[in-house]
């Protein structure tokens, strides 16, 4: 097969089919504005795809595919780099993409074929989305991805900014299995900065291409990758997305095969929640968390979610109990009251504020959203830390209930100092007037 293609693993009719898409792409670019036209083109033989989109230039463009030969040397960096070629025709080509007409002709696989087969061997759920992501749906595809990946489950995406790195994030923070598919040359991500993830995908996971270096970049790279992640999954979790034809294309390809189709709902008034709450109002599975996920796998209480506690650091039950203070602190970020402005409204100390919401940050259980904004973090909801705290009299057994002198003097429980903390300056204290001294106006 090699002495036929120039590359292991890729024949020579697939490998010419990576040159000819090379060659239309400006006509698929075109084609992809309208996602009900692209498809069935990528379902077409190379012949017919050349008469359909050849126009003029059909003859030179047949020609041209009939005397096609393979560069063995265009292949030697792929090598170098560690990457493997399968095609449709190879015994390691991915089962899941069978026979579909819509599926790649070829794939290219940064990481090894025997771990993607090991990865294709579990369930597969791509987790998709915007990347024009709010902090709410990146903390909520990381713990739904990192949730997954600590209970055995293959987690699949393409790999860019927004919720895509979120979701890739999430999965290798378990060290779990994690899939990418890329929306061009499988040795480079884009944008730069998700370097390292790439690196770290390769090392853990696979990253897929059906695409060789060399091509120019092109628009409908972006859809195709989406079929791509469609066809390979068992069920398809859409976290963020607007009203953007491409941010539902995976959604719209899955539903088509028969796949399973999800959504995290979002705020109504959000724009980035457009398309996920048009889904569920399609009739979307309703996600909120990793155990739903498994539910619509599995079965509902078939198979529970793995503790994520025990996957990354230490189990729950050993971690220290949250002081007051900043239980109280978390409690209210967690309703709503995610900036500095609202949370000094009740008239906290602004010292002892930014203590507390610092060592939140340290402890991992606050992050650091859009516009300064504070969220609870996945390890605060997996550890239950949202929680209503206690009132500081508690251990005394005394009652949280107003006596008559507090009610007259409007002093509440929550200004007493909990232990172990310092008290707030002025707290329970009614005003004073100010005095004048004499010869001051």
Request: aromatic share 4%; net charge positive.
């Amino acid at each position: 097969m090699s002495a036929r293609s120039g590359q292991p693993g890729v024949c020579r009719d697939c490998a010419r089919r990576a040159w000819l898409l090379g060659r239309l792409g400006l006509h698929l670019d075109f084609k992809a504005r309208d996602l009900e036209r692209l498809w069935p083109l990528l379902e077409l033989g190379d012949g017919e795809l050349i008469d359909a989109l050849g126009g003029r230039a059909r003859a030179e463009l047949h020609a041209a595919h009939a005397a096609w030969r393979p560069e063995p040397a265009s292949f030697s960096a792929l090598e170098q780099m560690g990457t493997e070629g399968v095609c449709r025709h190879h015994r390691a080509y991915p089962a899941r993409l069978g026979d579909d007409p819509l599926s790649p002709h070829a794939l290219h696989i940064l990481g090894d074929t025997a771990r993607l087969q090991a990865l294709l061997q579990e369930k597969v759920v791509t987790v998709v989305g915007t990347r024009r992501a709010t902090d709410y749906g990146m903390e909520t595809a990381r713990a739904l991805a990192r949730g997954l990946a600590a209970s055995g489950v293959t987690v699949a995406s393409v790999l860019g900014e927004g919720i895509p790195m979120a979701v890739h994030e999430g999965a290798l923070r378990t060290h779990g299995g994690t899939l990418a598919v890329m929306t061009g040359d499988v040795r480079r991500c884009s944008p730069a900065w998700c370097g390292s993830l790439h690196r770290q995908i390769a090392e853990h996971g696979c990253a897929l291409s059906e695409l060789v270096g060399g091509v120019r970049p092109r628009g409908w790279w972006q859809p195709g990758a989406a079929r791509t992640l469609a066809l390979l999954a068992d069920l398809v979790i859409v976290v963020e997305a607007g009203e953007r034809t491409w941010e539902l294309a995976c959604a719209r390809v899955a539903r088509l095969r028969g796949v399973p189709v999800a959504a995290v709902p979002g705020r109504v008034s959000s724009p980035a929640s457009l398309g996920t709450n048009a889904l569920l109002a399609e009739g979307a599975l309703f996600v909120r968390g990793a155990q739903d996920a498994l539910d619509a796998l599995y079965g509902v209480a078939t198979r529970q979610l793995a503790s994520l506690d025990a996957a990354v650091s230490a189990p729950a039950a050993d971690a220290p109990s949250l002081p007051p203070a900043l239980a109280n602190v978390l409690e209210r970020v967690g309703r709503g009251e995610d900036t500095l402005a609202r949370l000094l409204a009740d008239g906290s100390q602004p010292g002892e504020l930014a203590l507390a919401l610092t060592e939140l940050e340290l402890l991992g259980l606050l992050r650091r959203g859009d516009a300064g904004r504070y969220l609870p973090s996945a390890e605060a909801s997996a550890s239950r830390h949202i929680v209503r705290p206690q009132c500081p009299e508690a251990s005394t057994r005394q009652s949280c209930s107003l006596s008559p002198a507090e009610e007259r003097s409007g002093r509440s429980p929550a200004s007493a100092s909990p232990k172990g903390f310092p008290r707030a300056r002025g707290a329970g204290r009614g005003r004073r007037s100010r005095r004048t001294s004499p010869g001051r106006s």
